[in-house]
């Protein structure tokens, strides 16, 4: 595996010019876009169907099972229930509150039109004999009056003729659907005659609209009123002209109205619901040798597969939804985990925690649904979100819990119900593993995940298989199995993510402060003084760190293995002199500079030999940044007066810390060996915090601070820390009397006496 990572590496560095390869943000551009295209393409690679070739009645060939769970609408079932639903709903009527009084108005202007005529024909006849002969021939032929008034039109029949033709066609004209009889009938009546008609008229008007009726009850009206006019005192052909005219002249008080009723239509077709029907993933469909029915056609169209045709409205969907979750990591990232955002390691790592447990997840997907046995239960979500706690942060593994969640939502389908589950079994993950002290905690975080989970999976199949117990045993065993999974793999692979991502562990961490530890152990035997100078410096580290919220068990550790190259040449260093001759003093300022120097280098080769993390290389690195060591240097000026002396010869080679617990330690360091060197005996604390304030601003002002983000509050921060812990060590001690010396002394040597 290492090999290959090394593999891509040497190709990146062949195939990119060397300023892209040395620049964070060419490498994170590029792993950036082929983390959203390993995505998308697991993701998206559903929507790319095999096409079935399949007709009504045919004879399938093979099994055809359901890629994924899908639930569809039968349009055509749904369209016919909606049909009939509409067809139920009655016409919508309105009513005119205005038809009493306009059709005593049509009935009021007919007989005024039919009065008005009579006055004119009078007229015409008065100056003209045989009115009579002329009256009594119209009723002898009424139903050829508008033959014969073609005919006088036609033969151009004097005058007179042709007046009445034109008094009569305006009649005619005013409403044709009044009986040619009804008309010579009323042209003929008296006034007297009229008048009783109108009355009569009216009145049955009035007796008819006290009731609503449609037109549809309009045959049942007019039944009535024929009865009515059967009552009426009145002369045979003015009933029959009256009972015309009200046939004409009636119309429903009820109104349909096309736009209520089509509204009303329309929306009980809404209120249908639709006729769906749910295919579960893995469900069978069609059995090789059954005969394709018009169901099964209906399945396959929805799931897509009798078309050939890519999905690529889905397929663009996805991929909106991966860009726009991927974009809000990055800008999380950047924003709040800068320090997360410029380590290509550790994006690389949360990038393939990503991708393996999505790539796990449509291997699930892929197996055949097994009987009761709800596999998707057995997603390791938890396992991603422990080792990212471990190995980065408790906020950034909440944060991809979140993502990894949304992700395998899609994945399935938006099956929450598994989202759900891998949130909820990340969150325990990482609360399990939030202080976590030895690798055995972790079988304890995945019998937490498969509790927890069991209560869900229990509460889910309540809601959605309470019919079937059997469903609710099967996802209970899925849920203790994830729990399971979770801690076997978190604990095996731990290690090797240590290993190939360059990341270090709490539980690597705590491991390596052990005293036991073969190098510890050999600098407790070879550089005593080194040693407990270190615990002091971790100790004085461990309090800086935390108060300021950097990684205290990272500075407390780095803090015991930062002067292990020390080992090799213990004695040319103060703290292991004991008594013994300084050898500093038969060498040369520049030689002993040059041994004082290498014990960096000894310490980083050491550490790699013994296979300590990189974060704590890193701190032997950068410890002593680029100090001088002004000692020496002193001391060769002085020598080599007329000389000219190479101020980099007392340099350390650096680099400057690049983070804060290596500041810490380097600051702890330097605050430590100070204030042993003075010697204090009458010490107080505002002594130490000057000493320590003035040799911390001292790095400030030279610059070794500058790449290590620590602010000027933290500096406040971790100057207190150190003068309370320093404080505590070289406190000032109480002088006994010499009374009570005296009685001591006399004690001790009564002991003696009496052990003889």
């Not at 393409?41 to 099972?65: A, C, H, K, Y």
């Not at 009655?90 to 009935?107: A, H, M, T």
């Amino acid at each position: 595996m290492l090999k290959s990572f090394e593999k891509i590496k040497k190709w990146w560095r062949k195939v990119f010019p060397q300023e892209i390869n040395l620049n964070p943000k060419y490498i994170r551009i590029f792993w950036g876009v082929i983390f959203v295209v390993a995505i998308s393409l697991i993701l998206t690679i559903d929507f790319i169907p095999n096409p079935i070739e399949l007709e009504e009645g045919q004879v399938s060939r093979m099994d055809i099972t359901a890629p994924r769970t899908i639930t569809f609408v039968d349009e055509e079932k749904t369209n016919e229930l909606r049909e009939r639903a509409a067809q139920s709903v009655g016409r919508v009527y309105e009513e005119d509150v205005n038809i009493n009084k306009n059709v005593k108005r049509d009935f009021s202007d007919y007989f005024t039109v039919i009065r008005d005529a009579k006055r004119e024909l009078a007229l015409l006849e008065s100056s003209a004999e045989g009115l009579q002969d002329r009256e009594e021939g119209l009723l002898e032929n009424e139903e050829g009056l508008r033959e014969d008034i073609e005919d006088l039109q036609e033969n151009g029949v004097g005058r007179q003729l042709l007046e009445e033709e034109k008094i009569i066609a305006r009649i005619i004209e005013k409403n044709p659907a009044v009986s040619d009889e009804t008309i010579a009938n009323l042209l003929i009546s008296s006034e007297e005659e009229l008048q009783v008609l109108e009355i009569e008229a009216y009145r049955l008007v009035d007796n008819i609209y006290q009731q609503k009726f449609t037109p549809e009850d309009l045959p049942k009206i007019k039944e009535g009123v024929t009865q009515e006019l059967m009552a009426l005192d009145i002369s045979r052909e003015h009933r029959l002209a009256l009972a015309d005219l009200l046939e004409v002249f009636i119309r429903p008080n009820m109104i349909f109205d096309e736009v209520a009723t089509n509204e009303k239509r329309e929306e009980a077709r809404k209120k249908v619901t639709p006729v769906t029907y749910t295919v579960r993933q893995d469900e069978m469909i069609v059995r090789s040798g059954d005969v394709v029915t018009g169901d099964d056609i209906k399945v396959l169209e929805a799931l897509g597969l009798l078309k050939p045709e890519v999905n690529f409205l889905s397929i663009t969907g996805v991929i909106f939804i991966v860009l726009s979750l991927v974009a809000i990591a990055s800008i999380y990232l950047q924003k709040y985990k800068k320090e997360i955002w410029d380590d290509p390691g550790k994006l690389a790592f949360l990038e393939v925690m990503v991708l393996i447990i999505l790539v796990l997840a449509k291997i699930i997907d892929l197996i055949p649904a097994v009987n009761y046995f709800y596999l998707p239960y057995l997603l390791p979500v938890a396992m991603v979100s422990i080792l990212v706690t471990i190995l980065i942060s408790t906020e950034t593994a909440m944060f991809i819990t979140v993502f990894i969640s949304l992700m395998v939502a899609l994945l399935f389908n938006s099956d929450y119900s598994v989202a759900l589950l891998g949130f909820v079994s990340g969150l325990v993950g990482i609360f399990s593993v939030s202080r976590l002290s030895q690798r055995n905690d972790l079988v304890r975080a995945g019998f937490n995940v498969s509790g927890v989970l069991s209560l869900l999976v229990i509460g889910l199949g309540f809601i959605n298989h309470l019919d079937n117990w059997w469903h609710i045993v099967g996802d209970l065993i899925m849920a203790v199995a994830n729990g399971i999974i979770v801690a076997i793999f978190a604990n095996g692979l731990l290690p090797y993510l240590e290993n190939f991502f360059g990341l270090t562990s709490s539980v690597k961490l705590l491991e390596l402060s052990n005293p036991s530890h073969p190098l510890l152990s050999k600098m407790v035997f070879d550089a005593p003084g080194t040693y407990n100078h270190s615990l002091i410096v971790a100790n004085l580290a461990e309090t800086a760190a935390n108060n300021i919220g950097a990684n205290s068990l990272l500075a407390r550790v780095g803090s015991y293995y930062h002067d292990i190259g020390k080992i090799k040449r213990p004695y040319f260093f103060t703290e292991n002199h004991m008594g013994r001759e300084n050898p500093h003093d038969k060498l040369s300022p520049n030689l002993s500079a040059l041994i004082i120097k290498s014990h960096v280098k000894d310490g980083v080769e050491l550490a790699r030999e013994y296979k300590l993390p990189e974060q704590i290389i890193d701190i032997i690195k950068q410890h002593h940044g680029t100090n001088l060591i002004g000692y020496f240097y002193q001391q060769a000026l002085e020598e080599n007066k007329h000389d000219l002396v190479e101020e980099s010869d007392f340099r350390y080679d650096g680099p400057k810390p690049k983070s804060k617990e290596a500041a810490i330690i380097m600051l702890a360091d330097i605050s430590e060996a100070a204030v042993r060197s003075k010697n204090f005996s009458k010490t107080n604390q505002n002594r130490i915090e000057g000493l320590v304030r003035e040799l911390i601003r001292g790095k400030l002002i030279e610059g070794q601070l500058d790449e290590s983000d620590l602010t000027f509050r933290e500096l406040d921060i971790i100057i207190d820390s150190f003068v309370k812990v320093l404080t505590g060590i070289y406190h000032q001690r109480i002088d006994y009397p010499e009374n009570v010396l005296k009685e001591m002394k006399k004690a001790d040597k009564n002991d003696k006496d009496s052990n003889k």
